[in-house]
């Protein structure tokens, strides 16, 4: 099954926490919030939050996953060395995958320059 290399994403509560706690940006939309800080490494990095409490059924939480990875491989390039935690905020009806994506397509972008502006700022 080809997924992400381990790399490639968050791992443990430290590294989830580390982005949702001190996050560089945050967009929220009506399925997923977003935030983002910059990352450890080169390559961008994707932790993936669905709560069985929010999103009942396991396909529905498996539908917007799958939304979350292929609109994060669509921007890896955009994104680099930065790490990403979605949050699923509601289930995905069937006929607004396209819509989810899309607000992922407007997100991320905005994040990464979120990200980048932060990271040339002095401490």
């Known amino acids: 099954m080809p997924g992400h290399k381990r790399p490639d ?8 926490e580390a982005v949702l706690v001190h996050p560089a940006g945050i967009a929220r939309g009506r399925y997923f919030i977003v935030r983002v800080s910059r990352g450890t490494g080169p390559a961008a990095r994707l932790g993936i939050v669905a709560a069985r409490k ?7 939480r498996s539908t917007s996953k799958r ?7 669509g921007h890896t390039r955009d994104l ?12 995905v009806p069937r006929g ?12 991320l972008p905005q994040l990464a ?10 401490r």
Do not use: H
């Open 9 to 16: 994403r968050l791992r443990g509560r430290a590294q989830f």
């Open 96 to 107: 607004r995958r396209r819509e989810a994506r899309q607000e992922l397509d407007r997100m």
């Open 113 to 122: 320059e979120a990200s980048a502006r932060q990271a040339c700022r002095p």
């Open 54 to 60: 929010v999103i009942r059924r396991a396909v529905d």
């Open 80 to 91: 680099a060395g930065i790490d990403i935690v979605v949050v699923c905020r509601a289930a």
């Open 67 to 73: 939304i979350v990875r292929e609109a994060f491989r």
